[in-house]
């Protein structure tokens, strides 16, 4: 399995040894985060500071005013981190030491955009925003992310792009100090995540949907799930009709987004997509439509998760998607719970059909997580 790790601008040039560590580990590949959205970054290898807490989601590049003049969403400005092009300082290190570098790129996952723009945030049937999800409908979002990937990759010596949230996000999100985990059954967190917003009613409009019926219908379906109290419930009542056609809206922005994103990028590196199998999953990695493969060298599935449900996502996505797009597989060795055997598991995620780990994260992983990563890294070469 091809190896790719992830890691932050500041995990290369603030913690001294990254280079070394990640060749001693055997990545095939460093991601670095080019553009991220908010975050509290422990930096267990930085010999003065012990987290990096980036106040909203920005990008390490240079900001071009000439690039981004007459536009309402710009991307931020990290006033954390003590370069203007950080990510570029860290690629160039990486380059020079011998390893091969991916642009790690977050798309439509913005809080601080979504706060000042809740017109172009994801709204639910209640009418509630979710600032922390631009959404894709919205022609203004799509030339937004089109561009900010642009400008990611503008003059960078990268071989690959990693793209992140090109999709939509939703109703279940590490909010401030989140207090809804464990709360929505599957089926009420999918309806909560169907977007609302002005653009998406005009779709539902154009399909022929009434846009105040969809939205009673949802919250009547919503109420309905609560009061059952079965917090496994994973099939709604819609009308099969009607949850056709919201489905189909969204899938008609999201190959909207990724194909101005990939238009925007050009030709010429490796283009890899975070997904899910289930094209109803709104998020970080968000399902995937119908074409998705169509534009990408590789899927990455969420595997954070050890067992059968991961093992299943992965054989699926195989089984599914053409043979000449590589599956791969994201598997976190920073997580509260540690995967109890990772290397094992990665080989099973590997005979699974994933030709690739993802191994979060390089940089977050302290000596404490080392051994975990080596494990994971060794289930990797252990596949036949």
């Known amino acids: 399995m091809r190896v790719t790790g992830y890691a932050y601008p500041w995990d290369v040039l603030d913690a001294p040894g990254f280079a070394e560590r990640a060749l001693e580990l055997g990545v095939d590949e460093v991601a670095v985060a080019v553009s991220y959205h908010t975050t509290r970054a422990a930096t267990p290898y930085a010999p003065d500071r012990s987290a990096v807490l980036a106040r909203h989601a920005a990008l390490y590049r240079p900001t071009r005013d000439q690039v981004w003049e007459g536009a309402r969403l710009r991307p931020g400005t990290p006033d954390w981190v003590d370069r203007e092009d950080s990510a570029g300082g860290a690629v160039a290190a990486l380059r020079d030491a011998g390893i091969s570098t991916a642009a790690w790129v977050v798309l439509t996952h913005n809080s601080k955009l979504g706060t000042e723009f809740p017109d172009v945030a994801v709204r639910n049937c209640f009418g509630e925003s979710y600032p922390w999800a631009l959404c894709p409908a919205q022609e203004e979002v799509r030339a937004y992310a089109a561009t900010l990937a642009a400008e990611c990759v503008a003059?960078?010596?990268?071989?690959?792009?990693?793209?992140?949230?090109?999709?939509?996000?939703?109703?279940?999100?590490?909010?401030?100090?989140e207090k809804t985990d464990a709360v929505w059954a599957p089926a009420t967190a999918r309806l909560?995540?169907?977007?609302?917003c002005a653009l998406c009613r005009r779709l539902w409009t154009d399909a022929g949907l009434e846009p105040g019926e969809v939205e009673r219908k949802l919250r009547a379906e919503v109420r309905r799930l609560i009061e059952t109290g079965d917090l496994a419930a994973a099939e709604d009542k819609l009308p099969g009709g009607l949850r056709d056609?919201?489905?189909?809206?969204?899938?008609?922005?999201?190959?909207?987004?990724?194909?101005?994103?990939?238009?925007?990028?050009?030709?010429?590196?490796?283009?890899v997509l975070h997904g899910a199998v289930d094209p109803w999953v709104t998020g970080a990695l968000p399902g995937l439509t119908p074409s998705a493969a169509d534009d990408v060298d590789a899927v990455v599935l969420?595997?954070?998760a050890p067992g059968k449900a991961s093992l299943d996502a992965v054989s699926t996505a195989r089984a599914e998607l053409p043979s000449t797009v590589d599956i791969g597989s994201y598997v976190t060795a920073v997580g509260a719970s540690p995967v109890p055997d990772i290397e094992a598991y990665v080989s099973e995620l590997g005979k699974a059909g994933a030709?690739?780990?993802?191994?979060?994260?390089?940089?977050?992983?302290?000596?404490?997580?080392?051994?975990?990563?080596?494990?994971?890294?060794?289930?990797?070469?252990n596949v036949v």
Do not use: F, K, M
């Open 245 to 271: 056609a919201l489905l189909s809206a969204r899938q008609r922005s999201t190959d909207d987004l990724r194909r101005e994103v990939l238009a925007a990028i050009g030709g010429g590196r490796r283009i």
């Open 302 to 304: 969420q595997n954070w």
């Open 192 to 196: 909560l995540s169907v977007c609302c």
């Open 155 to 177: 003059d960078l010596d990268v071989a690959t792009v990693i793209l992140e949230a090109c999709g939509q996000l939703g109703a279940v999100h590490q909010c401030h100090h």
């Open 355 to 381: 030709a690739e780990l993802h191994l979060y994260h390089l940089g977050l992983a302290g000596p404490g997580r080392r051994a975990d990563l080596h494990a994971a890294v060794g289930g990797a070469r």
